[in-house]
């Protein structure tokens, strides 16, 4: 079970703040999610990782991609906390625009890039 200090530490990045919001949307897989923050994927892995040992989201295995969701059940202080947030971001630019390509993004033409 997470501790509010990984959940306050997951949060104190707008990358993964950004994650979080273009989750609430669909899940994404790391090529989606690299290309949408337009950031290494290592440091999308690395702030994937943070935002899972906070139980904040969850992975699921989908043939060769593996998607990440929301989690269901996040801790209760996230529960508390997170609509405050996510209304406060809302208005943001970045995640305006996040929110725009989230729709069509296709990890099919990603990965054919590479």
Same mark, same amino acid.
């Given at each position: 079970m $997470?501790?509010?200090?990984? #959940? %306050? +530490?997951?949060?104190?990045?707008?990358g993964r703040l950004r994650?979080?919001?273009?989750?609430?949307?669909?899940?994404?897989?790391?090529?989606?999610?690299?290309?949408?923050l337009g950031l290494a994927t290592s440091?999308? $892995?690395?702030?994937?990782? #943070? %935002? +899972?040992?906070?139980d904040l989201i969850q992975d699921e295995k989908e043939g060769k991609w593996i998607n990440y969701k929301l989690a269901p059940a996040p801790?209760?202080?996230f529960q508390e906390i997170w609509p405050l947030i996510s209304r406060h971001l809302d208005p943001?630019?970045?995640?305006?625009?996040d929110?725009?390509?989230?729709?069509?993004?296709d990890r099919h033409k990603i990965c054919a890039a590479v």
């Open positions: $997470s501790e509010p200090i990984d #959940v %306050l +530490k997951a949060l104190s990045d707008f994650i979080l919001k273009m989750l609430e949307i669909k899940s994404l897989c790391v090529c989606e999610i690299t290309e949408l440091t999308v $892995s690395s702030h994937l990782n #943070v %935002l +899972k040992n906070a801790p209760p202080f943001n630019r970045q995640i305006l625009e929110r725009k390509k989230v729709g069509s993004v």
